[in-house]
């Protein structure tokens, strides 16, 4: 007869019973309780991911690669992580509260670390991508855990499919939450602090679940003050997030922030010095208000000048303006005589406020915005311009695009060939379309593929540049349904910059920034998009 018990045999009578070697969590927890911890894991996770993937979009730009390469990452590091909760093979529940404490820690200051590192380090990427890993190492090793806690409570089938879809219910959560709670609320480093919070009051809420699953009770207190602490932080963080926001865009910038607000759709800081103040939009500069008037005047005037000339002398009397948020090429716009009506659309409402309300913007721009013949339409231009209403609406005279240059693929839909023929529908046949295009110079291969591609979407094209000491050479793309002529006409104005002369001399480009070929940019394909990357890249 054999000695070994078989499986599920009874112990022999007398014996003592055997003693399991770690507490069962089933005999001192309910599922559906640690289910609700599952939710609110899987939902500060996913926010986790888009805070680092927003806040890598506004300091390096290309949204489309930093978004793809930091999902990338965070799903490869919770695979990591899913793969080492295989070697967690005692207290199990310990080791998971440690781990939401280190998530908390981690992610809710993940925020305020890359701001501080993006000022002050030259290898961001790699802070970046680092934090992004050891966020989504810990996260990956939190639900194997869980479930492993929940082994007992569910069958297998039951208790996979239970987690998976309370872990999808938050991810789905935390998609909405982000742009329409989190980024414009909170901002991007209070709103880490408060998911970080989220992740410790977790922990802490599981040192009260599952304390009579601790296979050593005895650390039940050591684990609830780390948990208590690092709440406790996070919501110092969270009260003083303005300051930590503050001491890290310093050092970004020269000049003192006098304004800064993180909204739906960008990054906006001022900045403003002894003698001039600045626009940043997501870490690049865009005006300075010492020069800003080179950049504006010959931005407008053109084309104001080829509008007047191709309708018989009689000026624009309706403009549209896309971008330009700001204000400044609609001041321009207001000194030509017989202009009746001027709509301007730009995406972000905060922008536009701030050009209306601002007092720095309001004296630079003259309050042009408040001007009542100036109609302010906050959309976005790509599906404004394509609408089918825009079909029937009188056409405009003359069109100035402002947008910002195309560094991602979300601007760059703005320069494709498909945007420039709808933009064909709304000028009139005898109006005219101008175009900021970077840098003749620094983008060479990008300003020209604006070129080719208006002309491939049916516009008579002439290019022109001009000096603008905080950016350089710059350069624009002033087009028509039909043929036109180099224009001289200046309204009768105080201009700062442009003469007769000087407005000529404009449309002269030396030799180092002539023609060169590049393929049309299509929806489809973006080429600009690269064309501008490289080009500016052999600059920086």
Known sequence: MSTEAGEGAAAPEGAAPEVSAEPRPSDAVSGPAVLVAVFTIGTCGLIYELLAGTLASYVLGDSVFQFSTIIGVYLFAMGVGAWLSGFVAKDVVARFIEIEVAVALVGGTSAA?????????????????????????????????????????????????RVLTVDYLGALVASLAFPIFVVPKLGLVRGAFVVGALNAVVAVWCTHLLKGALRRPGRVWFLRAEAYLTLALL????????????????????????????????????TQGRSSYQLYINGALQLASADEHRYHEALVHPV?????????????????VLGGGDGLAVRELLEHPGLESVTLVDLDP??????????????????????????????????????????????YDAVVVDFP????????????????????????????????????MYARRAFWCVAT???????????????????GEWGYILAAPGAFEVPSWLPDAPLKFLTPETMASLFVLSADMARVPAEVNRLNNQVLVGYHEADWARWN
């Open 113 to 161: 670390v890359l701001f501080a590192s993006f000022a002050r380090v030259s290898f961001f990427s790699i802070v970046l991508y680092g934090l992004v890993f050891v966020i989504g190492t810990l996260v990956g090793l939190e639900i194997p855990l869980l479930m492993r806690i929940l082994k007992d409570q569910y069958d297998l089938k039951d208790l996979i499919s």
């Open 235 to 270: 919501i110092v963080g969270i009260a003083y997030s303005d300051t930590v926001t503050t001491w890290s865009e310093d050092a970004l910038y020269a000049d003192p922030v006098v304004f800064a607000k993180t909204t739906p759709y960008q990054r906006l800081v001022v």
């Open 304 to 320: 104001m000048a080829v509008a007047r000339a191709r309708a018989g002398g009689t000026g624009a009397r309706r403009v549209l």
């Open 350 to 395: 905060t922008m536009t406020e701030l050009a209306r309300s601002f007092p720095l913007f309001v004296r630079q721009n003259r309050g042009s915005l408040l001007d009542p013949r100036v109609t302010v339409v906050n959309a976005d231009a790509f599906v404004w311009i394509g609408a089918p209403e825009r079909a029937t609406e009188p056409r």
């Open 405 to 440: 240059d195309p560094s991602s693929f979300s601007l760059g839909k703005l320069y494709t060939r498909r945007f420039y023929r709808m933009l064909k529908r709304v000028v009139s046949d005898d109006g005219a379309v101008v175009v900021q295009a970077t840098s003749p």
């Open 453 to 471: 591609t208006m002309e491939a979407a049916g516009f008579t094209t002439r290019a022109y540049h001009t000096a603008v000491p905080s950016f």
